[in-house]
């Protein structure tokens, strides 16, 4: 009875170990990946708001260029 209690907990202590570890690996490496990912939509949408920002700024300017343009001749 000892030898097969010896043999359970060796094996439940065993694969709890591997278990717990390839569950830590994985959450590191599913991290790792969600963290690039963010940090390329962190990058796109950057540059998107800065081309969104100028874009608007530039139709902002022809607007007022325009209408100065009418308006004062």
Known sequence: MSLFS???YFYF???SFFFFFFVFVFFIYL?????LVYFFF????FFYSVF???FSLCF???FLFF???FFLF
Do not use: D
């Open 42 to 45: 962190f990058i796109f949408f």
């Open 67 to 69: 209408f100065l343009f």
């Open 13 to 15: 202590f065993f694969y």
């Open 60 to 62: 902002f300017f022809l």
């Open 6 to 8: 010896f043999f359970f």
């Open 31 to 35: 991290s790792f990946f969600f963290y």
């Open 52 to 54: 969104v920002c100028l």
